[in-house]
Every structure is written in structure tokens, then in C-alpha cells.
């Protein structure tokens, strides 16, 4: 209790364990502060990058809003939340970043660009009156 080191030194048959300050486990990044910023910043520029390489659906008329947003929850919001049961999200910027990444693939699937200076709401109210639920993030 009372040495500089917080950390405890453990072996295994022997041999002392390497002390690190992060680690990939089954595909997530776990931290030693105990805080999920770097693995939610991964994942959701992993999504980003999905929700790029479908611009040309995102911008296909003939492809209906319902089928799009199948599509963004199959593909970009299943990558987004890939591992979130073990985020820690009691810090709110984590929680603000996580529903700008929503609201911004909301409005690339619409098409609205921020020039347009369209509100948060009207992209909501946009996607709710075509009959969808979009309570995904809500859950996180």
C-alpha cells in the first residue's frame, strides 16, 4: 500500500507478466485508464469508412429510404457498435461523439449536407416520418 508502483507484479510459473498500457482482446481495445475513448474513436472511424465506401447506394434514388437504412444498420451501425458491451460511457463527450456519428449518417443517407444548415431534429423528424425507428443508439 504504501510503494510508489500501484501496480501488483504478477508471475506465471515464473515468469512476470508484461505490464502494458492497452491491449487488443477479441477485437476490442481495452485500456488501462479504464476509459473506452480510443476503442469508441476506432470503431467509429471504422464505421466511417464503411459509411464512405456506400456513397453511391446513399445516393441511388431508386433505392428506397427504408432499404437504406437496412443497409446503414447492417453494415455501418452493427461495425459502429461492434464491442460496446464493454465501453464505459459515463464520460458525456463519449456519449456526444456517439450521437454525432448517428445524426451524421442519418444525414448522409438523406443527402443533407451541414451547409444546409438543417437542425438535428429536422433530420430526425426526416427519418421518424418514414416510418422508422431509430432508437439504436439510445441502447448503448
Request: charged share 25%; net charge positive; aromatic share 10%.
Amino acid at each position: 500500500m504504501g510503494s510508489n508502483n500501484p501496480h501488483k507484479v504478477v508471475f506465471i510459473q515464473g515468469e512476470k507478466l508484461e505490464d502494458v498500457e492497452s491491449f487488443k482482446y477479441l477485437g476490442s481495445t481495452i485500456s488501462s485508464d479504464v476509459t473506452s475513448s480510443t476503442e469508441v474513436r476506432t470503431r467509429i472511424a471504422v464505421a466511417t469508412a464503411s459509411l464512405t465506401k456506400l456513397q453511391t447506394i446513399w445516393k441511388d434514388e431508386n433505392i428506397s429510404i427504408q432499404n437504406k437504412i437496412k443497409l446503414l444498420r447492417a453494415i455501418v451501425i452493427s461495425t459502429a457498435l461492434y464491442g460496446c458491451e464493454s465501453w464505459t460511457l459515463y464520460h458525456g463527450g463519449r456519449q456526444r461523439r456517439i450521437q454525432a456519428f448517428e445524426l451524421r449518417c442519418y444525414r448522409r443517407l438523406l443527402g443533407v449536407f451541414y451547409k444546409e444548415h438543417k437542425t438535428n431534429e429536422y433530420i430526425i423528424n426526416e427519418i421518424t416520418k418514414r416510418g422508422t425507428n431509430i432508437e439504436y443508439f439510445g441502447f448503448v
